[in-house]
């Protein structure tokens, strides 16, 4: 399954490029699903509900409903929970007085791809919500996996014959079996999640309305982009007012988006198309301004122009075989350096820790907690330096534990 996530800054308008992409995708053939917590009502011209409503021409769609959601999770964990809640004289919680609780929406969303990944899709395309919050939602199946792994640790519970003893000898009750059961569960969830989120053939598709704005969000979100593995593989700038615009107001407007777009080109086109979409004079609404929108020649004809927002979708290219590389100088120096990529990082905003096998990376807003690679946690840390983009971290082999003759 091709995956398309499509998200940039608020406002930008990334649900009608979103439904735009889905039907350019539907046209070349094949079944696409779009999801989005957004209505898509007006847009796609039918009622789009929770469960997935055709759209014609191989085009599905289904709107991500999280307070739904919420109910069901939580009156799901309640019955699991019956005989702890029991025991405690708790009153249980009808599904009637339940409200939704904020970042809900993130964990429906989730639940939606990993539905979407059990199906028979050939292209997925994902409303994501801006830019910012789309990165954490992005990074949440790997830090939830993580959580698991280290406060219900899988090892513990071959040792489930003997809690009632050792329930006894420490005077406190051990975790049911339900917990490690139901944290299994979660951790199968979201492991389709990450799989889809990290699998080579996912992208994500950037829309943005060039303004000085939207440049500075587009540059910070770059650096977490990198850090989180992620790939673009369009940069849709959306609204783009023809250059013809009468009166000195307009003209202003028209100035600013053509510097904008100048930049955007020499920063993002080697890696990643442009497809700058036109202001269509209102606001797009059924089919045949989605068709218009996606399909169209694009407003500017610089180079890296893509013909489509389709384009691409059939192979987004080859992903780097190693992105994060490390390069053997142990002949040289002794040294074994682990280079990460991070364009757009600012060496004030960056903080590295080691602890154990792990590395934590914080730049900026962004945090990832890393494993190290197999020969660098034989190491300890000599240092790291920020130079043209890439942090290079210094390992030198720790002799006691670096195997003799290396």
């Given at each position: 399954?091709?995956?398309?996530?499509?998200?940039?800054?608020?406002?930008?308008?990334?649900?009608?490029?979103?439904?735009?992409?889905?039907?350019?995708?539907?046209?070349?053939?094949?079944?696409?699903?779009?999801?989005?917590?957004?209505?898509?009502?007006?847009?796609?011209?039918?009622?789009?509900?929770?469960?997935?409503?055709?759209?014609?021409?191989?085009?599905?769609?289904?709107?991500?409903?999280?307070?739904?959601?919420?109910?069901?999770?939580?009156?799901?964990?309640?019955?699991?929970?019956?005989?702890?809640?029991?025991?405690?004289?708790?009153?249980?919680?009808?599904?009637?007085?339940?409200?939704?609780?904020?970042?809900?929406?993130?964990?429906?969303?989730?639940?939606?791809?990993?539905?979407?990944a059990?199906?028979?899709?050939?292209?997925?395309?994902?409303?994501?919500?801006?830019?910012?919050?789309?990165?954490?939602?992005?990074?949440?199946?790997?830090?939830?996996?993580?959580?698991?792994r280290?406060?219900?640790?899988?090892?513990?519970?071959?040792?489930?014959?003997?809690?009632?003893?050792?329930?006894?000898?420490?005077?406190?009750?051990?975790?049911?079996?339900?917990?490690?059961?139901?944290?299994?569960?979660?951790?199968?969830?979201?492991?389709?999640?990450?799989?889809?989120?990290?699998?080579p053939?996912?992208?994500?598709?950037?829309?943005?309305?060039?303004g000085?704005?939207?440049?500075?969000?587009?540059?910070?979100?770059?650096?977490?982009?990198?850090?989180?593995?992620?790939?673009?593989?369009?940069?849709?700038?959306?609204?783009i007012?023809?250059?013809?615009?009468?009166?000195?107001?307009?003209?202003?407007?028209?100035?600013?988006?053509?510097?904008?777009?100048d930049?955007?080109?020499?920063?993002?086109?080697?890696?990643?198309?442009?497809?700058?979409?036109?202001?269509?004079?209102?606001?797009?609404?059924?089919?045949?301004?989605?068709?218009?929108?996606?399909?169209?020649?694009?407003?500017?004809?610089?180079?890296?122009l893509?013909?489509?927002?389709?384009?691409?979708?059939?192979?987004?290219?080859?992903?780097?075989?190693?992105?994060?590389?490390?390069?053997?100088?142990?002949?040289?120096?002794?040294?074994?350096?682990?280079?990460l990529?991070?364009?757009?990082?600012?060496?004030?905003?960056?903080?590295?820790?080691?602890?154990?096998?792990?590395?934590?990376?914080?730049v900026?807003?962004?945090?990832?907690?890393?494993?190290?690679?197999?020969?660098?946690?034989?190491?300890?840390?000599?240092?790291?330096?920020?130079?043209?983009?890439?942090?290079?971290?210094?390992?030198?082999?720790?002799?006691?534990?670096?195997?003799?003759?290396?």
């Amino acid at each position: 399954m091709r995956t398309v996530l499509v998200t940039g800054p608020g406002g930008a308008g990334r649900t009608t490029i979103a439904a735009a992409t889905a039907r350019a995708a539907a046209r070349r053939g094949g079944r696409v699903l779009l999801l989005s917590a957004d209505p898509l009502d007006d847009l796609l011209g039918i009622p789009v509900g929770a469960g997935p409503t055709g759209a014609g021409d191989g085009l599905w769609a289904a709107r991500v409903d999280s307070g739904e959601h919420f109910r069901a999770e939580l009156l799901t964990l309640q019955e699991r929970a019956a005989t702890a809640l029991d025991l405690l004289g708790a009153r249980r919680l009808a599904g009637e007085e339940l409200t939704e609780l904020p970042g809900s929406e993130q964990f429906a969303l989730l639940h939606a791809v990993r539905r979407a990944a059990e199906g028979d899709w050939d292209v997925l395309i994902v409303d994501m919500p801006p830019l910012r919050q789309a990165l954490a939602v992005l990074a949440l199946p790997e830090q939830l996996r993580r959580y698991l792994r280290r406060l219900l640790p899988r090892e513990r519970q071959a040792a489930r014959a003997l809690r009632p003893m050792m329930a006894q000898l420490a005077g406190v009750p051990m975790p049911a079996q339900w917990l490690y059961e139901m944290a299994d569960r979660r951790d199968a969830e979201l492991a389709v999640v990450q799989s889809v989120v990290q699998d080579p053939t996912t992208t994500v598709r950037l829309v943005a309305e060039p303004g000085p704005t939207a440049a500075e969000a587009l540059r910070t979100a770059r650096t977490g982009l990198a850090l989180y593995g992620l790939r673009v593989d369009t940069l849709v700038p959306n609204r783009i007012l023809p250059g013809d615009a009468a009166g000195p107001w307009l003209a202003t407007l028209v100035a600013q988006q053509r510097k904008c777009l100048d930049d955007w080109y020499e920063e993002w086109a080697p890696e990643a198309p442009l497809y700058p979409v036109g202001h269509l004079g209102r606001d797009p609404y059924g089919p045949d301004d989605l068709t218009l929108l996606g399909e169209g020649s694009g407003e500017d004809g610089g180079a890296g122009l893509a013909t489509g927002l389709a384009d691409g979708l059939d192979d987004p290219g080859p992903a780097a075989a190693d992105p994060w590389p490390v390069e053997d100088r142990l002949a040289e120096d002794n040294l074994l350096v682990w280079c990460l990529p991070l364009p757009g990082a600012v060496k004030s905003e960056l903080s590295l820790v080691r602890r154990d096998d792990e590395l934590l990376l914080t730049v900026g807003p962004f945090r990832r907690t890393v494993p190290l690679p197999s020969a660098l946690r034989r190491c300890t840390v000599t240092g790291a330096a920020l130079t043209d983009g890439v942090l290079r971290v210094r390992f030198t082999p720790d002799p006691a534990l670096w195997p003799r003759g290396h």
